[in-house]
């Protein structure tokens, strides 16, 4: 596994990390937690040195899964996690909407260092702006915790340029994640110039768009009650049937070259900047193999205008996210 910084910051981590949002919630039922604990430790033995998490995936059981099946090795590896809703610490019930009080993240934080085992946190993120306090407030919040100590880096999830400026200026952000893949190219715009300016890491979150990228959903495909996918408009069936031709643009490239739809939308996202290392997630060892794998998927310059040119010819169907989700982004 190759190992890329997160800009300019000296946080190193594996050119692909394992989210592990999934594990726990929003695509179903929770997977069994000792088989999610001993693919978090195959991932590790594949080259895999940074997961991701939140207090918000479960809420907390997320967290404590994957404390429990890093502890053994927590030194050969980089942790985020998120704070930025209001989530009762004692209970887990989500009790409203964001929650960004300087209080709270360090509440939020202590809580964390508990969940996860650890004595401090790699990289903390701001998982939605808070438009009820000022992110100076945040950033000064974080730089606290910093100085104790008790957290490294400072990350910021879903956030607007404008932000993401205001608050590097009060402490450095390490890193932004945020939605990009082949089926959603919004951070194009505004984002990744930014953060190219400023020496910010990106951290891709869906980059296989939520699974469709793979090829194996199509307008038939049924998911659970509980997945999240059923109330995103991009996941209408048609909507999907609508968006296939995406997915036969990336199959193409992908017989081309002898790889997976999966490795080839993965390698697509590596090559769009050094600092860029996408987080896709799975449940499964041999989807963990394959999305490895798009590492050794060389894709050349003409591979990649080709892909461009017919995207460009392509009209998407269906906003990223449920409206109330949208209004929580890119401010």
């Not at 390490?174 to 190219?185: D, G, H, I, K, N």
């Not at 989807?287 to 995207?311: F, I, P, Y």
């Amino acid at each position: 596994m190759q190992n890329r910084k997160l800009g300019n910051s000296n946080l190193e981590v594996s050119a692909i990390g394992l989210g592990c949002m999934g594990m726990s919630s929003a695509y179903g039922p929770a997977a069994d937690k000792g088989e999610m604990i001993q693919l978090i430790r195959s991932a590790i033995e594949m080259g895999i040195t940074h997961f991701d998490t939140a207090e918000a995936y479960g809420p907390f059981v997320n967290e404590e899964l994957v404390g429990e099946a890093l502890e053994p090795i927590r030194d050969k590896v980089t942790i985020a996690t998120k704070f930025g809703f209001e989530i009762n610490l004692e209970t887990g019930a989500r009790t409203g909407g964001t929650n960004s009080r300087p209080e709270h993240i360090k509440a939020v934080a202590e809580a964390s260092l508990r969940r996860l085992r650890v004595d401090a946190i790699d990289l903390f993120y701001q998982h939605r702006v808070d438009h009820g306090v000022p992110i100076e407030d945040v950033a000064g919040a974080v730089k606290e915790l910093i100085a104790a100590g008790k957290v490294k880096h400072f990350g910021m999830s879903e956030a607007g340029v404008q932000t993401i400026r205001r608050a590097h200026a009060v402490q450095p952000v390490t890193a932004v994640q945020s939605e990009y893949s082949l089926f959603w190219r919004g951070p194009e715009a505004e984002l990744l110039p930014v953060l190219e300016e400023l020496g910010i890491g990106f951290v891709p979150f869906s980059p296989l768009g939520a699974g469709f990228l793979t090829g194996k959903i199509d307008e038939n495909t049924k998911f659970d009650a509980t997945d999240f996918r059923n109330m995103v408009p991009r996941f209408t069936p048609e909507a999907r049937k609508a968006n296939m031709a995406l997915v036969e643009l990336v199959k193409a490239v992908a017989e081309r070259k002898g790889a997976t739809l999966a490795q080839v939308a993965l390698a697509w996202l590596l090559k769009q900047k050094p600092w860029i290392v996408p987080i896709p997630g799975t449940t499964k060892l041999h989807r963990l193999e394959e999305n490895l794998g798009a590492v050794n998927v060389e894709l050349t310059e003409s591979d990649l205008e080709q892909m461009d040119e017919a995207a460009s010819m392509l009209k998407l169907e269906g906003a990223r996210l449920p409206e109330a989700a949208l209004k929580m982004t890119g401010k």
